[in-house]
């Protein structure tokens, strides 16, 4: 490959490439064990040849919270309603929502149709009392079963509970009631390293029989760094690859080049390189993230170079490929070179990929088209679920409110019972539109609707009330629902609404306060957002003391745009002393 291919920068916020087909949103390098364990449909769980190249989205971008999981978990007892401390402010949006929690035996059939029994039981057994259930669990005669450990693991990572499948996998492993394969160890180490860190990861390893202590477990622990931008993590477990002579796959590969791109663009053309040594072809996924690196830095021309190269290497830029030139040219104003690549993905792709509608209605609504959105609904003649959720979102995206209502209600006529995914997709809307009236009105209606809350819930309203203007009011929110919820924690992104809003406002006693509060929450995976907090303090002219010291307690490498903001409030610092 050319590494010429490489320049250019990039920002943080990763390669947006569709992941459709993955319900676990699943990169292409999680390799064999997670494409058999957690990243297809159950009824394939169980077919150990499935080994498909997965595509779609970046490991390292993937969030270790519940940020962005479908649909919230159909358990626990949560009420929407300020705190009644004396001095606490309520929030508009009030109202208990704590018997809507109690689901009728309706949908509490409709789920458990879908679910092992055993995962209900995990499911509803208190965080820290999983090993004493499951072991009256194992005493009432029932017997555990490979598949059935799939469903439960796959339906606990489906819904981000991480640490249940770890308590999970650790009671089985220290029974010993199977045979542990390196499927299992793999994800065992996985699961270390999301709920307790990269170091005890490292640790696991030791105790892992060397038959299993191959390229799947270190690849493992390769994508657990890169997560957490670890560079000199990633690069060592990158080393220990080549010198215990494991295979060097294209997965580990793109999982350096992934790192890179963040912290080490210059280094992105020396795994080319290396990948060119050792003969080693790109993956589709390769060049995806080439497309990725060109098409942040503004470089249209590059785009067209690496798709060159694709062509020439055999490779055909599939459709989630096309739809991010695509997205690229829209970004970069090339209106009409954007109309033409949409053009030929509706003439290729619409009568024999479902999800090309979708992809076409939010690259039309990026456009402003209201009406090609309009003649592309119309070409979906029976939508399903998601079909209507991406309408709704790109008549919201164009600001017709009332067009995504309507397509709200239609999909309430198709079936009885919806999620609260698609509930909160409709009140995304307001909240993308500043709509606090009518927001206030549809969180009234999903109360009387019997739809379940929860942490993607009350993102959503934090969102609302940020939008709003009322950036008080949505921390008084988070802070009550935290408070009333001890066993659920809030998505990073409430925290990064609240904070980022206080930033803008160059609020510092405030920025800190949601920066403290996050991180006593605690997300695994995620550093600090130093970054943010500083922007508190650039706003407000005010230099921070001890900023770097507290950025290399918490292991934080700052980036050159904290770099600069410090040399900035450095010398603000200085100027107004010379003046006095």
Aim: one cysteine or more.
């Amino acid at each position: 490959m050319d590494s010429k291919l490489t320049g250019g920068g990039l920002s943080d916020s990763g390669c947006q490439v569709l992941s459709q087909l993955l319900p676990l949103g699943y990169p292409e390098s999680l390799f064999p064990i997670f494409q058999r364990f957690c990243a297809e449909s159950t009824d394939r769980l169980t077919n150990s040849k499935f080994c498909d190249e997965l595509r779609g989205h970046e490991a390292a971008d993937q969030s270790d919270d519940n940020f962005d999981c479908n649909d919230e978990p159909s358990h626990g007892n949560v009420t929407i309603e300020a705190s009644k401390k004396p001095n606490a402010t309520k929030p508009s949006i009030s109202g208990s929502w704590s018997s809507n929690m109690d689901h009728s035996a309706d949908l509490k059939s409709r789920h458990r149709s879908h679910r092992p029994f055993l995962f209900q039981a995990v499911l509803d057994a208190p965080s820290h009392s999983v090993g004493s259930m499951l072991d009256r669990w194992l005493g009432d005669s029932n017997h555990l079963e490979r598949n059935e450990v799939l469903l439960v693991l796959f339906h606990l990572k489906k819904q981000l509970l991480y640490w249940k499948a770890l308590q999970f996998v650790e009671w089985m492993e220290g029974r010993n009631l199977l045979n542990f394969e390196e499927r299992d160890y793999a994800c065992h180490l996985d699961l270390i390293a999301r709920n307790s860190g990269i170091e005890n990861a490292q640790k696991y390893i030791a105790r892992v029989p060397k038959p299993f202590r191959n390229d799947i477990l270190y690849e493992t622990l390769l994508v657990n760094c890169v997560c957490v931008s670890d560079i000199q993590k990633a690069e060592k477990v990158f080393r220990e690859i080549r010198n215990l002579s494991l295979p060097l796959t294209v997965s580990a590969c793109n999982q350096m080049i992934l790192l890179y791109k963040r912290v080490a663009r210059n280094k992105v053309a020396d795994i080319l390189m290396l990948m060119e040594k050792e003969n080693i072809k790109p993956s589709p996924f390769t060049y995806k993230l080439l497309i990725d690196l060109k098409g942040r830095s503004n470089d249209m021309s590059g785009i067209e170079l690496v798709l060159n190269e694709m062509k020439a290497s055999g490779v055909e830029p599939d459709f989630a490929t096309r739809t991010m030139v695509a997205e690229f040219y829209i970004s970069g104003g090339l209106t009409e070179k954007a109309e033409a690549v949409i053009s030929e993905m509706e003439m290729e792709y619409i009568k024999d990929k479902r999800h090309a509608i979708r992809s076409l209605l939010h690259l039309n609504a990026a456009l402003s088209k209201p009406g090609e959105v309009a003649r592309i609904w119309k070409l979906c003649t029976e939508p399903n679920l998601e079909d209507f959720m991406v309408a709704i979102e790109a008549w919201g995206k164009l600001g017709c409110i009332v067009q995504a209502e309507e397509t709200f209600e239609a999909m309430l006529e198709t079936t009885k019972k919806v999620s609260s995914r698609y509930y909160n997709a409709m009140l995304s809307v307001y909240a993308e539109n500043k709509l606090m009236a009518k927001g206030k009105e549809f969180v009234e209606r999903m109360s009387s609707d019997g739809c379940p809350n929860g942490p993607l819930t009350w993102e959503v309203l934090i969102k609302l009330y940020v939008n709003s203007g009322e950036v008080e009011k949505a921390d008084s929110f988070l802070l009550s629902v935290t408070e009333q919820n001890p066993d659920r924690r809030p998505t990073y992104g409430s925290y990064i609404y609240l904070l980022r809003a206080y930033a803008e406002k160059g609020d510092i006693h405030n920025a800190e306060k949601i920066f403290d509060r996050l991180k006593m929450v605690g997300y695994p995976g995620r550093k600090p957002p130093y970054a943010l907090l500083l922007e508190a303090y650039v706003n407000a002219e005010v230099r921070p003391y001890g900023f770097r010291e507290r950025m290399r307690a918490d292991g934080v490498h700052p980036v050159k745009k904290v770099i600069d903001h410090l040399k900035f409030l450095d010398k603000l610092y200085l100027k107004g002393a010379l003046q006095n």
